[in-house]
């Protein structure tokens, strides 16, 4: 490591690492870093994405992905499992594998990765924060920069350090536990998800195959809901009842944003994206595509105001006008509907469930699901068309 760089990256998630790559294709000079010894582990995720999100951020490798999904299912609390008729299929990706190469892109394109190296404050001068102080193999460093981008995941420091607000209500996290597990009986060409009070309160669990008879299963509950039970809990008491003979090879928990994105996410030589900047889908919960299409932009903008040699808040807004209208805008709406759907009791989704299955399978499709799920609510349905169809 030197002792200056035009932008460090904190965090070697697929943010972090897709904003260093950026940015070094700018031109300028990128220091990448990340806290765990190796990128990509711990994997803390279901691993699924769709396609047509992804293969716009990133040339897709067919060793990133472990499962090619054919279909999406919906479990109603009594069961009905109702197939969606949805054009963007996606993947189960190898996130060890995934990650790991987000990286090498960004090295291969000029950024300097550092592992095992985690940053424990910012530098500040006169407001403006110029650079990152480092603990690397047992020793600290101050290491300065133009431009930090803090792209340091859910729990992310770098933002509150900067004096960001980016505090989450309970309600607008998903507290997640998940099993990958072998040895079971399932469909591998569907993800299914399942919504009921009694498997995940205020959220939904997920099946998601990465082969004939391996799955990420999981599940995330509303903060405001895991009081009583935790979200292993109710985990353990679904395998029990549905795979009873699993093999389970990881166990691991986190945490999602499902809150409004973070308006506040630049000042002075600060930017944050991904979790950091709580841009995953509010309703999914899924962040990878969201997040690197947002780090694509602040990575761009960071090289284009180093070479401005302007890193004012002002010039840097120019990234959350741009995400705004790539991602920002439609986040919204999700957020919203997500308000909507969280009102929704096991006995509207039955309800829901059963309309569904009335219509024929094309009929099926994310804007119907929705729009008879909203029914009493007519003024979401134009937000519903601009999210799925937009
Ligand atoms: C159980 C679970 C299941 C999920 N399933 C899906 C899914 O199926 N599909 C999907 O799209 N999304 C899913 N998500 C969400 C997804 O994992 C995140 O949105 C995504 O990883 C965000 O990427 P990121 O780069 O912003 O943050 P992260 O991937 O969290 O990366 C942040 C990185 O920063 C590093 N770091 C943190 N602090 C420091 C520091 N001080 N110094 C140096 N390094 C630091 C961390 O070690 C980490 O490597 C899931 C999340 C969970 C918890």
Redesign the pocket.
Known sequence: MKDYYDVIV????????TAARLAAEGGVKVLL????RE?GIPV??????GEKGISKIVELKEEWIANHIKGLRLVAPDGTKVKVHHEDVGFVLDRKRF?YDLAMNAANAGAEVVTK????GLLTENGTVTGVK?QYIGKQYDIRSKIVIG????????GRWAGLKTNLKLKDVET???MTATNINIDQNYCDFYFSSDIAPGGYL?V?PKNKNTA?I?L?LAGDKAQNKSPLSYLKDFMKSNFPDASVLTT?????PVAPYTENIVSNGLML????AH???PI??????L?MLA?QIAGRIASEAVKENNVSEQRLSQYVKEWEKAGGSNHRRAYRLKESVAKLTDDDLNKTAAAIQKKPEDKHTVVNIFKAALINQPKLIPDIFKIFLG
């Open positions: 904190v965090g070697g998630g697929p943010t972090g690492s870093l990340e806290k765990d990128i803390r995720c279901g691993e699924a994405v990650d190296a985690y940053a424990f480092v792209a340091d995941g859910v729990e992310s420091r770098v997640c536990a998940q997920w998601f990420n999981g995330g691991v928990a986190g945490g999602v994206v991904g979790d950091a841009q995953s889908n999914s919960g899924g962040g990878i595509v997040g780090a």
